[in-house]
Each structure stands twice: as structure tokens, then as C-alpha cells.
DNA sequence: CGACTATTTGATAGGACTCAACCTCCGTGG
DNA sequence: CCACGGAGGTTGAGTCCTATCAAATAGTCG
């Protein structure tokens, strides 16, 4: 069952049954798998795309010495970018961060797939495209924003993505990464990421116990983080299911 | 003339002669550029792919209060993914950091070349996912390297890449690139980007003077910067230019 | 030569890190 | 049902890396 993926490439193109039913029925390799373990690592040869259905999984690379950097954040629905497979070998891991419903997409399938509906390559590459959007902001946040705005554009950011997928009651969604893990994607100690979230708590901007994370004040935390959603794309169908320009690439 | 380019393309796949001249036909529009020019901004139209061919150009994204955060440098033979046609505006902006000529591809030239020629057009995908990895190490350095492992990093990267292209003669290549402008690429004050480099010149790693970076130890800078060229892929035509796997997806 | 722009230097401040201890929550097992 | 152990969260103290501010010096270009 690909429905999370489905619900995600809606966000960007208009699917036909038949594509839908093709998407279901691909030859996925589902496994669930525990909180902190590793699906790919470096340098390991790429056979299929991975694609996660529930559960929070992270893209990270590891320096020599043990520092590491998350990469990205991928939440149900997401997928990574199809054109890996030009490459040989990963250059960075993925990892769940809680525990996970993963589905392996083989090579084939993909590739078989993508041939055979140009709508699905096209939803494909928006994701792609937004997937570098998002890499950019983290850029942007690791240079010049301070703990406190990096952490609130995260959060921002997780809000956002999570409601897109259905994930977010009440202002409310399941938020399972440790501190330590937080640490590792904005770039500081875990520590100081502990006094900077009860900042935010002082401040009544967020509730995060029990592995729920609930945004209090949504207005203050984006004016914080200086947060504008547009480079995540959320209602990009509109625009895309527009005019002549658009249907070359898919002609491609 | 698109020569930087089909250099840098023929690192990843062999081009054949009707490629080749069909590049070189293509009708770029090409513009003599002063140093610190914005070449697209942020939320402008998308209406062509831009493309260095000589000097120094760069990707930034700024925030509301100024901060700048640079994104990626555009060195001659770089081009930016046409998958960027699928969006309709610029969710960052490039500007030149030195002189330099620019040509801008017109979408319909772009799209009519890779849909001719699925070597091309693989050969672009490629330079995408080198853009990526560079980014990945980008957010690496942001999140994890101290100011000297970022700045002997970043000279590394260049180094490598103005290699490939034969801008580096005995070392040493044009680096037009001012400390202001290093201190918004590595996310450090111009002040403290000085002091760094005063480092790196104490211990005999460079020399920069008048514009021109000569790197002395290229042995001590890369193990400081802990710099693991593969990511750039720069020997990567004989492992595509391999069996059938690949084929596919040029099949596409 | 003058007006910028870029680099350098010094002094001071502050954000974030480290180390270390302690607390809290949970799942396991006796 | 409670004791135990481990992982994660919280606190405090002290330090260091990097930022800021300000002023001086060096380069560059018309």
C-alpha cells in the first residue's frame, strides 16, 4: 500500500485511476523497522528507492571523527529522489528515527514505471524539487540563524509537511526525535538544544512531552523562524496542472 | 560558445559530434556581466536555464533582515537543473561575484536538446546530483565543521572543481571571492573569515593575494578539512559509460 | 590623487559547547 | 509488584569559539 506516497504526489499533479492502481500495486518490499537502526549507509550500492510509509526516518553523513549532520527529515509519503539510481553508491545513510513502516522500491519498478506514465515522473521530480527547496532552508538555517530560530523553523517546517500527509490533529503531531537528534540536524549540543526548547516553552510557543509535540502560538513561532511556507509547495497542483509549457517536459 | 560546458558534461558521459554541435548551436543569450549583479532574484519568472561560462557566480537566498546565506558557487561550465522549469519562480537568487559571461538557455532550447538527445539530458541529471552532493557537504560544514575545517573545505571543493574544468595552473586558480562573501558562504563574520585565513597562511596551507589562491599543502588542507573528493564525482564517465543498468534510464 | 571597497587589528561580549552530575521515565525481569 | 538498568532529559559551572564594534591600513579604479 503506497497511500502515503499517493497522497504526497497529489500535492503536486492529478492522478488517473490507472496511475494510482499502478502505484498500489508496484512491487514494493515492506518491512517495518525499529527506531535507530539504519536503512542504507554510505557507500553502499543502491538497488531500489526507499520510500517511507510510517514513521519519521532521517538522511545523515558521518564525519571520520563521529560528528553528524542530519540531511533531512522523511516523513510518511516520502520518497527519495529516483534519479539515485544514476548513481552507484550512496553518498550519505538513511535511518529511521522512530520506528517505521519502509517500503524498497526496486530499480525496475520504478524505472518501469516512470516510462510508462509521465505524470508520476513529473510528481516525482516536483518532490525532488522541493526536497531541494528544503535542503536549501536548512542551509540558510545552519549559516545564520540562531538556535532559537533554526529549532522554530523546524519546527515550522515539520508542521507543515506532516499536515500536508494528515499527520497534524489539534496543532498536535507525533514528534519521536531526541534531543540528541536535534542536536545533530541544527548544528548544536544537545544541551543547548534542551535550554532552547524551554525557551520556547516559557514562552508558551510549543508543548513537546511524551513524544507529542504540539505548536501553541503558530503566529509567534513563524515570526520567529521568519517562516514562509512557499518553498515546500503545497498547493502547487494548481499551478502545475496549467498550460502548454508544462507538457513538454513530461513529453521528455 | 558553450565550450566550460561541454567539458564539464563529457566528465559524465561521452558526447557524440552531433551532440556536441548541437550545444554549441544552442541559441544561449549571452551577456557580459559585472562583479556583484544579480543574475535572477528570488520570486522572479523562470524564463531560461543560467549558465556560466567564465567567472565566478553564486546561488544565495537572503532573509528578511539581511542575513545572506550563499547557497552554492557557479564556476565556469556550471548550469543550473532545467529541472527548474517545472517551477514557475526563482526560490533563490544567483548573482555573479566576479565579471563574468552568462549565458541564459531559453527553456524551449533547453527542452527541445534533452528530449533529442537522452545523452544530454543524463548528462544534465548528473550534474544535479553533483549539485546535491555538494550541497549535502555544504550542510555538513554549516552543522559540524569548525571555521578552519570550513574554509579548508570550501578551498578544497573549488580547487577540485576549477580542475576539472583546467582553471587551476600549479595550484593556483582565480579566487575573486571577497572575506564578506566567504563569511556568507561558511556562516562566520568577515571578521573572523580574516583571522581564519591569517591561520591558514601562518601554516603555510595557501597563499591569497591580489584575487589568485595558491594552495602549498594540499596534503595537510585535506586532511583538516577531512575532504573526500568522490562526492564530485569527477571521474565518473567510465562507471556510466558502463552495461546495461544504466542504459534505462536513458531509455526513458 | 581621492573615494571606495576590502583587509587587518584590537578589545570586548556573548552564544553555544563541554563536562559532570542528577533526575525521570520506561521496559524488563525477578 | 517492585527493583534494576538504560536511555533520554535537565541543571549548573566554567570555557571557548566566534560575533560585534570600532578604527586603522591597504588596494583599486576612474
Redo the contacts with the bound molecule.
Sequence with gaps: MALPLIRKLENYVHLADIEKRSLMQADFQIREVDA?VDIIREHQEVEGATLVLEGFACRYKLLPDGRRQMLGYMLPGDMCDPRIFLLDRMDHSIATISRAKIAVWPRKSVLGLTSLYPRITRAFWWCALVDEGIAREWLVSLGQR???ERLAHLICELHHRLKAVDLVSGNGFDFPV???EL?DTL??????V?????DMRRERLVRLA?RRLTVLNHEALSTIAMFNPDYLRLNAKMRSARPAAVRQETAE
Excluded: D
Excluded at 534542551?194 to 524551554?198: M, S
Design positions: 535507530r540562531t538556535a532559537l531526541t534531543q540528541a542536536g548544528g548544536l549540543s544537545a544541551v543547548h534542551n535550554r532552547t526548547l524551554q511524551g
